[in-house]
């Protein structure tokens, strides 16, 4: 992977919740953890990443910050958010937590070989795919990952 445009940028998603305290259990479940300085009853800092942060935020926080009027997410895609994993088998354990802790299946996993993912839509109605990549793929790119795996496969 190159070097990020702009090293030491942190990114801070913000999502309107509906139940603060009951989103922050199913992610939780999920295995996401929550900064308590930027925590409170009407904001919760859920730990993404090294320098990635999803603020799950009261409606009426999120409204607070929002210029536009809110879409309500059972029926309005704004965005769909993605994580990665370590393991196509990390990708199945936290879509079935997902799924147990009351989220709803998406859509069937999807598998290209080098990525393999599988979608859920959290209590809120948000759009969530959870995702593994082959390590080298996503250092080549898919399209230089499958013709160098094309030409190991053919015959000299």
């Known amino acids: 992977m190159t070097n990020p445009a702009h090293p030491g940028r942190t990114l801070f998603l913000n999502i309107p919740v509906a139940d603060l305290e009951r989103s922050k259990a199913f992610f939780g479940k999920l295995g996401f953890g929550f900064d308590a300085k930027f925590t409170d009853e009407s904001a919760a800092c859920m730990l993404v990443g090294e320098h990635a942060f999803v603020m799950l935020l009261s409606r009426e926080k999120f409204a607070e910050f929002a210029k536009l009027p809110m879409a309500d997410p059972t029926t309005h895609t704004l965005a769909l958010y993605c994580f990665s994993v370590s393991s196509r088998d990390e990708v199945d354990t936290v879509s079935a937590a997902a799924l147990a802790a009351g989220g709803s299946k ?51």
Do not use: C, I, K, N
């Not at 999807?110 to 809120?124: A, I, K, P, Q």
């Not at 995702?131 to 000299?156: H, I």
């Open 106 to 156: 998406a859509d069937d996993a999807e598998d290209y070989g080098f990525m393999y993912s599988r979608s859920f839509f959290d209590l809120d109605g948000h759009g969530w795919q959870v995702m593994w990549m082959d390590s080298t793929a996503a250092e080549q790119g898919p399209e230089a990952f499958a013709a160098s795996t094309q030409d190991a496969d053919t015959p000299a």
